[in-house]
């Protein structure tokens, strides 16, 4: 977790933030001096989470508001909850995924994919119109959306989800042309992180998943969370429509 206070004055929001890679990326904006607001679906998990941000980091400001990110209601009250406690809404995180669906397209279910399109990458888009209608389209901001190397590589097993965060990857291209100057856009793309989320995917053993990364490991989520932090700092002022890997050397070994 940093210890620079390169945050102060800002404000963000962070989506599926009551446990992993969204709880990490929240701990290490307070420690920046952030105040953050984290929503997830299910209210106790996340007021549990809010509490141990607070416990963990002194004079934490976090305002957890429980919400369904593929509902357009939810997404608008939460980005002006988020507003009118904190004054400003300077940093998005779209970090809500879900992945119902293993295995060969051809005998998918439809609706589960529909879903798995609906809330990986509409309503990211979605998040994004609020942000910018509530406060970022007059004051400039950075957004950051959690993609996947699945986006960026076939896998044949998780095909509908990668294909859902190949959309984010070039939704976030384009969102960075159509908002520049005053609001950067940009996503990362993790490899196997340990998280509840990519259990399945480690399901014959961390050891034997790990083998194929360069790193011998897995990711973590603080990994993902130094990075999700520079990027919306100053430091990447000039860095927008970037996909960032952050895999372990996965991906440069030509397999997935």
Do not use: C
């Not at 209608?133 to 957004?143: D, I, P, R, T």
């Amino acid at each position: 977790m940093s210890e620079i206070r390169d945050l102060e004055g800002r404000t963000a929001l962070v989506t599926g933030a009551s446990r992993g890679i969204g709880k990490a990326i929240a701990a290490e904006f307070l420690a920046r001096g952030a105040k953050v607001a984290i929503t997830a679906r299910k209210p106790e998990p996340l007021e549990e989470a809010a509490a141990e941000l607070r416990a963990n980091v002194d004079g934490a400001q976090v305002l957890p508001i429980a919400g369904n990110a593929g509902d357009a209601d939810s997404r608008a009250e939460t980005v002006a909850r988020t507003v009118a406690e904190f004054g400003s809404l300077d940093i998005l995180i779209n970090n809500t995924g879900i992945n119902p669906v293993f295995g060969s397209l051809m005998e998918a279910d439809l609706d589960a994919v529909r879903k798995i399109f609906d809330v990986n990458v509409v309503a990211a888009l979605g998040y994004i119109q609020q942000a910018h209608k509530a406060w970022m389209g007059e004051h400039g901001g950075a957004v950051v959306n959690l993609a996947s190397v699945a986006g960026l590589r076939s896998t044949g097993v998780i095909a509908a989800y990668g294909a859902s965060k190949a959309a984010l990857i070039r939704l976030t291209e384009e969102l960075a042309w159509q908002l520049g100057p005053k609001i950067r856009v940009n996503a990362v793309a993790p490899g196997v992180v340990k998280t509840k989320f990519a259990e399945a995917l480690v399901a014959g053993g961390e050891d034997q998943a790990s083998a194929i990364y360069p790193m011998k490991r897995l990711g973590t989520p603080e990994d993902v969370a130094g990075l999700v932090g520079f990027l919306v700092s100053d430091a990447a002022a000039w860095i927008t429509g970037e996909t960032v890997r952050v895999d372990g050397g996965l991906l440069s070994t030509g397999s997935l």
